[in-house]
């Protein structure tokens, strides 16, 4: 008989809520390459988009996995904080977290096999594969341990912001020879930096009892918003400039709502400072970086896509 609660369990293990941004990133750089390439192979796409998917996948379990101890600890867990607390609640087994790491990670090895014969066993392709998994798991997982050595947030940012659209484009032609990723890119790093920033917040308490060096730890809350906010003008600064890069492109204004939102979201960050809680109301900042993300993922996704027409 199927055990309802161990699917729903493992559904809130699994973190699906953090998978959306990289999915659109992944397809705005697949767009791309058709865009400047003509030419778009739907095998590529959903094989490529399986493994990303599975580096994801990997990525939550071990950290599921080694900051249990810091879950345990954990006072101010919120929906995008604290884990998914199925380990701490005993619902799923360190074994069986440890069990289902291995078997994503042999799932992976697989279909990156097939994605490397697929691409005419491009070397760019397997680069990127190997970086993609052991900057992956290496958030949490020894020995690089990012986010126990002040760089988990910046591991997130490049994860999500230039690996992922470079994945989309190099899945498709093999071969990475598009500056225009880099440059779309930035905004998507640059907010993605504010979320995961802001997330340590919560955490500052039980991450200190494990040694885990976050942003917000190494720095503390309130210089954690003045960062936040810094990184979330730069994201608009970035809005502005591609706006004059594809200024002969149709609806290149919308890249304008990135400054305008970034300034919204810089006062509230700011305003934030004026209050000694810095917790309180945390969930609801990261929630609005989370729009920030958005708006930086789908806003060049929709102009590519409107380009092609």
Same mark, same amino acid.
Request: aromatic share 18%; with cysteine; net charge positive.
């Given at each position: ?11 809130? &293990? ?8 990289? %999915? &659109? ?14 030419? %778009? ?6 094989? $490529?988009? *399986? ?36 380990? &701490? ?18 799932? =992976? ?10 691409? =005419? ?13 052991? %900057? ?15 760089? $988990? ?41 504010? $979320?995961?920033?802001?997330? $340590?917040?919560?955490?500052? @308490? ?31 600064? =970035? ?21 305008? @939102? ?35 993922? *789908? ?11």
């Amino acid at each position: 008989m199927i055990n309802k609660h161990k699917i729903t369990s493992w559904i809130k &293990v699994m973190r699906l809520e953090f998978y959306s941004m990289p %999915f &659109v990133v992944y397809s705005l750089g697949a767009l791309i390459s058709y865009k400047f390439n003509d030419f %778009f192979f739907l095998k590529n796409y959903l094989v $490529g988009y *399986f493994i990303i998917f599975l580096i994801e996948l990997a990525t939550v379990l071990t950290n599921e996995y080694y900051d249990f101890e810091a879950d345990k600890l954990n006072k101010n867990v919120g929906r995008f904080t604290g884990g998914s607390r199925m380990l &701490v609640e005993n619902k799923i087994s360190l074994r069986e977290t440890k069990i289902s790491f291995i078997f994503v990670v042999m799932l =992976f090895l697989v279909l990156s096999l097939y994605l490397f014969k697929i691409t =005419f066993y491009s070397n760019q392709v397997i680069l990127l594969l190997g970086i993609g998994l052991i %900057f992956g798991i290496s958030y949490t997982a020894p020995p690089l341990k990012f986010s126990y050595r002040g760089l $988990g947030e910046i591991d997130v940012a490049i994860i999500h912001g230039f690996y992922v659209i470079i994945c989309g484009y190099v899945f498709q032609k093999a071969i990475l020879d598009n500056n225009v990723l880099w440059v779309i890119a930035i905004p998507i790093f640059f907010s993605s930096l504010v $979320g995961v920033s802001l997330a $340590g917040i919560p955490d500052i @308490y039980s991450d200190r009892l494990v040694s885990k060096k976050t942003i917000a730890l190494i720095i503390g809350p309130k210089n954690t918003l003045i960062f936040s906010a810094i990184c979330s003008l730069i994201t608009g600064t =970035f809005g502005i400039f591609l706006f004059y890069v594809f200024f002969s492109w149709q609806l290149d204004y919308l890249y304008l709502l990135l400054p305008l @939102y970034s300034i919204y979201m810089s006062y509230i960050f700011l305003a934030k400072l004026r209050l000694k809680n810095y917790e309180l109301g945390i969930s609801r900042m990261i929630f609005s970086s989370m729009i920030l993300i958005a708006l930086s993922s *789908f806003i060049p996704l929709i102009i590519q896509m409107v380009s092609l027409f």
